[in-house]
């Protein structure tokens, strides 16, 4: 049988195109190569290959994953930082990857390659033609050049888009298009890890729910995503000064940013809070130090800093903080089940702590699913996976579960 290599950029972009692959090339077998080395940072990459593997399990297709060749991507090019999209850098990133992928359909006896990024309403069809059709011609194989956006294929790609919730990206993949596409903001909340964890909003946190909706897919079990809005907080940075040392503390979520350096005097210590000649920051005293976990919503506030040394009066404090606010944030509950006829409800949620402690490991959750997968088949469990669980519960609170449910929950 005839084989066609297709290479695969991200699960919308293919969520179509291999359809229409599929339907026009019946007698041939497409084995995907998601080879995506140009994608910044590495927890984007393995997003957009979660989501493309979900479409090609979907569609019974194989696909390898290709190797996050980042160093060899920055060194292609080197020298094209500046230009703009659809310049010279991304002529460079298609033959990269198009070169890569011709080889792999050379190993693997493909006689055929095209590519999925043609469905990209951004990229420019005869470019991608042209070197599609270069590379493969070096490799002895043919390029398909099909312009998968005709007759409507853009509309239909929304459409199964949608239907099966696939992560839809908002920049191309590199950090030099990001940096054009975000040129006044102060930081690129798109190439910011915060921690080891998975906060609330986060793109670690969505990788998470994806995984656990990719293990549960393979099982045959339906799936279902709930995205919301909220205000998202992160902390930038901190710092509390004890008379002149610098001590552990922590910071109360929903914090405001301090300009500068807020200098204070302790006026009074009660029995655990501190009286200061300031009045523009409070501070509590605690025996626990672990990051705060909220169990009600805050309001923005002024800054809240939580301390465990001992403080007298007179001491004096140097307070610095800043902290980020995003007022569109997004997360998503996930339902693994029936949500009509669930007799028990199981309870997990995705976000940890910046430390990646306080929350629950893939293992957990793929466990308990695999463990209970008949209950849940039968319509008689649903696993929920509640997103931004711990600054206050957010998405128990945007879940359109049943209010009982929600109340035992
Ligand atoms: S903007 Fe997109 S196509 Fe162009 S170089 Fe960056 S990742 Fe590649």
Not at 56 to 79: F, R, T
Not at 349 to 361: M, V
Request: hydrophobic share 35%; net charge negative.
């Amino acid at each position: 049988m005839e084989k066609i290599l297709v290479h695969i950029c991200c699960g919308v972009d293919s969520v179509y195109a291999l359809r229409k692959l599929k339907e026009d090339y019946p007698n041939s077998q497409l084995i995907g190569y998601f080879y995506d080395p140009n994608i910044h940072p590495q927890e984007e990459f393995e997003l957009r290959w979660i989501e493309t593997k979900r479409v090609c399990d979907q569609l019974g297709i194989e696909c390898i994953k290709g190797d996050y060749e980042l160093d060899k991507w920055m060194e292609a090019v080197k020298g094209y930082e500046n230009e703009p999209e659809r310049g010279e850098r991304c002529t460079i990133c298609h033959d990269l990857r198009l070169e890569k992928s011709a080889q792999i359909a050379k190993d693997l006896g493909c006689s055929k390659i095209t590519t999925v990024l043609m469905m990209s309403p951004k990229k420019d069809f005869d470019v991608l033609k042209e070197v599609g059709e270069k590379v493969a011609n070096k490799y002895g194989l043919e390029f398909l050049a099909v312009d998968f956006r005709k007759n409507g294929g853009t509309q239909i790609m929304n459409k199964l888009s949608k239907e099966a919730q696939l992560y839809h990206q908002n920049y191309c993949g590199c950090i030099y298009g990001l940096f054009s596409q975000r040129k006044d903001l102060d930081f690129y909340p798109e190439l910011v890890s915060f921690g080891k964890g998975r906060l609330a909003g986060s793109r670690e946190e969505l990788l998470f729910v994806k995984q656990i909706r990719l293990f549960a897919e393979s099982l045959g079990l339906n799936c279902f995503e709930e995205e919301f809005n909220f205000i998202g907080w992160r902390l930038l940075s901190s710092s509390v000064k004890l008379n002149n040392d610098y001590i552990p503390h922590r910071v109360l979520p929903y914090s405001t940013s301090i300009n500068g350096i807020l200098r204070a005097s302790v006026l009074d210590v009660k029995e655990n809070s501190l009286i200061l000649n300031k009045n523009n920051a409070e501070i509590y005293l605690t025996t626990d130090l672990n990051e705060p976990v909220l169990k009600e919503p805050r309001y923005i506030t002024k800054p809240v800093f939580l301390i465990k040394e001992e403080v007298k009066v007179g001491d004096k404090l140097e307070l610095q903080l800043k902290t980020e606010f995003n007022p569109s944030m997004k997360s998503q509950n996930l339902y693994v089940g029936n949500r009509n006829t669930f007799v028990d409800i199981a309870v997990f949620y995705s976000d940890t702590d910046s430390e990646g402690n306080q929350g629950y490991t893939l293992q957990d959750i793929c466990y308990f699913i695999k463990n209970n997968k008949e209950k849940i088949e039968k319509g008689e469990l649903l696993v929920v996976v509640y997103g931004s669980h711990l600054i206050g519960e957010i998405g128990k609170r945007f879940s359109t579960l049943h209010t009982q449910v929600f109340s035992e929950a």
